[in-house]
Each structure stands twice: as C-alpha cells, then as structure tokens.
Nanobody, 119 residues
Framework: QVQLVESGGGLVQAGGSLRLSCAAS????????MGWFRQAPGKEREFVAG????????SYANSVKGRFTISRDNAKNTVYLQMNSLKPEDTAVYYC????????????WGQGTQVTVSA
C-alpha cells in the first residue's frame, strides 16, 4: 500500500492556474503508475490524467487535454498536476492514485484536495 498526500488545492478565478502535488510514501515510487482523478458534488469520480512509472507515457481526459499537464519527479516521490485556463466546471475534489506496475487497478488513494474555480 502506498500512502499519498495531496496538496495545492484552493480557490481560483476562471482562467487562472493551480499546481497540485501528491507526495508518496513508498520505497520504490518508480514501480507505480500515477493518476489524478476528480469528483464534483453529485457526480461520480472521473479520470483526469495518468502518467506511467517512467514518466514517458501520459494520458488525459478530453475535458482537460491542452489545459492540464501531469508530471512526476521520481527522486522526490512526487507527482504533479499543472492546471491552466481553469473553468468553473473544473471545480471538484482532486485525488491522486497509485497503480502498481503490471496492474490495471489504481489501488492506493490520497485523501483529496479541493479545487474551486469561481466564474
């Protein structure tokens, strides 16, 4: 099990930017693919972005493609989500998650960080 702690959420105006961080407590961070998910009030949790263990491969939800960038620093056991051109519909609790190499499941989750985008 990987312990994950998100930070960097907050209140921002539409068009603004935020960078989320997720620190992982695990011996070999590079054994894990990482993802960001979000859940808005009254909606199901949805995938936002993912990055492979090496950082070479990334993937994004269509709704954030071109605005959000996922990255990782394996030396710091940290994954980031740079969010630009934020929209009110990006308002949600954002969670990071870990996926062990060879697995198709994200089975470790952080507690979440709130992002609120005002119009």
């Amino acid at each position: 099990q990987v312990q994950l702690v998100e930070s960097g959420g907050g209140l921002v105006q539409a068009g603004g930017s935020l960078r989320l961080s997720c620190a992982a407590s695990v011996r070999t961070f590079s054994n894990y693919g990482m993802g960001w998910f979000r859940q808005a009030p009254g909606k199901e949790r949805e995938f936002v972005a993912g990055i492979s263990w090496s950082g070479v491969r990334t993937s994004y939800a269509n709704s954030v493609k071109g605005r959000f960038t996922i990255s990782r620093d394996n030396a710091k056991n940290t994954v980031y989500l740079q969010m630009n051109s934020l929209k009110p519909e990006d308002t949600a609790v954002y969670y990071c998650a870990a996926q062990k190499r060879g697995s198709s499941l994200y089975d470790s989750w952080g507690q979440g960080t709130q992002v609120t985008v005002s119009a």
